[in-house]
């Protein structure tokens, strides 16, 4: 780093990567409930390696209607009507998980968080459409673009499926903790970290050749994409 603090917003240009887990009563998006959401907030440490700091957690109760596959119950291993699950409703559940997304971004200097997720295009989905039937109007996520681990492990290692992927890596795999929301979210973001710190020599070399450019054309404005400062409501 030559001495030099790495930011994250100087990173992943502006955008705060957050690892995001669900855990599902199916495949559709629209009409399977959301039952688990977990959050794994990333930081750069004072060498500029990537790490992931606090998880986040929470049971949900399915939307009215939502529809529970038992096939995939059988896969989480998710009773959602149990008596002693502290599930929360979608809404009170991303409440409090972009609040805490929210912090972090104006700690960090960023403008919006990014979706990190393995197989990412499905816990987006799902994320997008609980944001959309709660009405929660400022949403800390960009809404289409995100980094998918599925695609950086088969770059890198050769693998798409997150076990063998995060074996692959050198890191500790337990299938008995597996399909659960924090755990998954854990250990795929030590798969993100882990990547983007061995990626970080070709980082390093790009960031040169842009500075060796001099001034480089303004990108463009969207205002989907280019929020104004969160603010710290919940909704």
Not at 89 to 106: C, Q, V
Not at 141 to 163: I, M, N
Not at 168 to 184: M, V
Request: with cysteine.
């Amino acid at each position: 780093m030559n001495g030099e603090l790495q930011l994250i917003k100087d990173r992943f240009r502006g955008f705060l990567p957050v690892v995001i887990d669900c855990e599902t009563g199916g495949f559709i998006s629209a009409t399977d409930g959301l039952l688990e959401i977990a959050a794994v907030i990333l930081h750069l440490d004072p060498d500029g390696m990537l790490q992931r700091g606090e998880t986040l957690r929470y049971h949900v109760q399915p939307f009215p209607g939502a529809r529970l596959d038992p096939a995939s119950l059988a896969i989480n291993g998710i009773d959602p009507f149990h008596p002693l699950r502290p599930a929360l409703p979608e809404k009170d559940a991303l409440g409090r998980i972009f609040k805490e997304i929210r912090t972090s971004i104006k700690e960090t200097g960023c403008t919006r968080a990014v979706l990190v997720g393995h197989n990412a295009s499905f816990d987006l989905g799902f994320l997008n459409a609980a944001i959309a039937r709660t009405g929660i109007k400022r949403n800390p996520f960009h809404p289409f673009s995100c980094f998918d681990t599925a695609t950086l492990a088969g770059v890198a290692l050769g693998q798409t499926v997150l076990s063998r992927a995060v074996l692959a890596a050198g890191l500790e795999w337990d299938q008995s903790n597996a399909h659960s929301a924090a755990y998954d979210a854990e250990r795929t973001a030590d798969l993100f970290c882990s990547i983007c710190n061995q990626f970080q020599p070709i980082f390093n070399a790009g960031s040169k050749r842009l500075r060796n450019l001099g001034s480089l054309p303004a990108e463009p404005l969207n205002p989907m994409v280019e929020p104004t400062p969160m603010e710290d409501e919940e909704s």
